[in-house]
């Protein structure tokens, strides 16, 4: 198992407590006393990736609808609220 050593995003100290799960992805919190940084996610979503705006709209014009292009990118539907 290799195991990564977990970074603040704000203050990239390494002095982190677990803050739970949201919707199966760990929650991190920053122990550093003036780093300001509530809580996050070490992974991101599969909808900040490059290249799934083209797929979504490569998808769109093939008359997929938006339950499907979320089940096959495996991306949220709130997501589409953007577009």
């Known amino acids: 198992?290799?195991?990564?050593?977990?970074?603040?995003?704000?203050?990239s100290e390494t002095s982190?407590?677990?803050?739970?799960?949201?919707?199966?992805?760990q929650r991190y919190i920053c122990n550093t006393k003036?780093?300001?940084?509530?809580?996050f996610m070490l992974d991101t979503y599969n909808s900040c990736?490059?290249?799934i705006n083209e797929k979504?709209?490569?998808m769109t014009a093939n008359s997929s609808?938006?339950?499907?292009?979320?089940?096959v990118l495996e991306i949220s539907e709130e997501m589409f609220h953007v577009f």
């Open 49 to 51: 990736e490059p290249g």
């Open 16 to 25: 982190m407590s677990k803050n739970g799960t949201e919707k199966g992805k």
């Open 34 to 39: 003036n780093c300001g940084m509530k809580s």
């Open 56 to 58: 979504i709209v490569a």
């Open 65 to 71: 609808e938006i339950n499907d292009i979320s089940r």
């Open 1 to 11: 198992m290799i195991m990564t050593p977990v970074k603040c995003p704000k203050c």
